[in-house]
């Protein structure tokens, strides 16, 4: 097949070209070629989005993959190949829906009103509504020859969030680690190379409709034992710590500095308990937690585990919380 991702120099894109070359397609990526290098084997064609996607114009793909969170992007890349493309793949987000509390939700979730202001860039606001606008202008265009995936966290080597990745190369160190108190709350995570394969087999197959991407739902606590299990030294102690401590340290769920990745407060709870079923049923395959935390800690101390994170606590943070807060050994 002659597939063409747009994007494919970081994370889900770049595995997505990486996996459609492994399986002999031809793969091109279109991008500034600016975030990072290509996978071996993917032919480069440099486009700026920002202005318009000319280089394409003539081009025709068997499949096409877009993981952009810009209306206008979106919208030019279905005007300049949406009438030519064999099979098309979008890869929106689990924050289309308005719902992030109820458990066990499926695609006929009620979503977010769509977001179309041209202008209006991708916050953690806007993010959800943009992608709702850009899912809806791929199924107008391509009608049955869409396939539109809502992942949840991703997981797996290579995530610019640095999320996931936090756990295994905080837990691989050792010593006294923080964790919040909340073993029963719901958490989903796909590897990436997971949803890479999905996505490549939905083009092969001609896979059309619309998906949540999340793997199927855990518990934390298990999941953080299961990944000390995999990687922590001898003499490793997780340290429960309770929400209100953490809130009250300011200590941020999900993501982003001084953050415990992962960690959800129950408003947020239907986030991360999708019904995976039917992304199973569609052909998504998971892997062993084990692969992704070996290939994810692999990729964490290329980069180095002593680097500057976007994603958790630093040691000073974690050394002083747990010097402050109540604690509960699990
Ligand atoms: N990470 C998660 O846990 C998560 C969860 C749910 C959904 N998602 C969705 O999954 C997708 C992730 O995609 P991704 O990992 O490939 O990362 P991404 O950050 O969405 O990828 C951005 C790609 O777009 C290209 N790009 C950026 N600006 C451009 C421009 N002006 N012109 C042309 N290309 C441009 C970049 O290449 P250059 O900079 O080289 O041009 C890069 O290859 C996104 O759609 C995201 O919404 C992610």
């Not at 920002?50 to 810009?70: P, S």
């Not at 939700?105 to 769509?114: I, M």
């Not at 079923?277 to 964490?300: F, H, K, M, Q, Y």
Request: hydrophobic share 40%.
């Amino acid at each position: 097949m002659r597939m063409l991702v747009l994007g494919g120099t970081v994370f889900l894109g770049h595995a997505v070209a990486a996996e459609a070359v492994r399986r002999g397609h031809d793969v091109y990526c279109a991008a500034r070629g600016s975030s990072g290098a290509l996978p071996d084997g993917a032919a480069l064609i440099p486009v700026d989005r920002e202005h318009g996607l000319g280089a394409l114009a003539a081009e025709r793909f068997d499949g096409v993959v877009d993981v952009a969170r810009n209306y206008r992007w979106v919208r030019d890349a279905l005007d300049a190949l949406g009438t030519t493309a064999g099979h098309w793949s979008f890869v929106s987000t689990i924050n289309v829906y308005a719902d992030n509390e109820t458990t066990g939700q499926s695609t006929d979730g009620r979503l977010l009103d769509p977001i179309t202001d041209s202008e209006d860039v991708s916050t953690p606001e806007s993010y959800g509504g943009i992608k709702v606008a850009c899912e809806d202008a791929v199924r107008a265009a391509l009608g049955d020859r869409a396939f539109v995936l809502r992942p949840g966290l991703i997981s797996g080597p290579n995530d610019i969030s640095d999320r996931f990745g936090y756990w295994p190369t905080r837990i691989s160190r050792g010593g006294r680690v923080l964790v919040p108190d909340a073993p029963d709350q719901p958490t989903q995570h796909t590897d990436v190379r997971d949803l890479a394969e999905w996505i490549v087999t939905a083009a092969e197959r001609g896979t059309t409709g619309t998906f949540d991407g999340s793997g199927p739902t855990t518990a934390l606590g298990p999941l953080l034992e299961e990944i000390a299990e995999l990687v922590a030294p001898p003499g490793t102690e997780l340290v429960a710590v309770a929400p209100e401590a953490l809130t009250e340290a300011a200590v941020q769920p999900w993501s982003g500095p001084k953050s415990l990745p992962l960690w959800l407060p129950e408003s947020h709870h239907g986030l991360v308990s999708h019904d995976a079923a039917p992304a199973l049923d569609a052909g998504l395959r998971i892997r062993p937690l084990a692969e992704t935390v070996s290939a994810t800690l692999a990729t964490e101390r290329e980069l180095g585990l002593d680097r500057e994170r976007r994603a958790g606590l630093n040691p000073a943070e974690e050394a002083e919380l747990l010097a402050a807060l109540d604690q509960r050994v699990w």
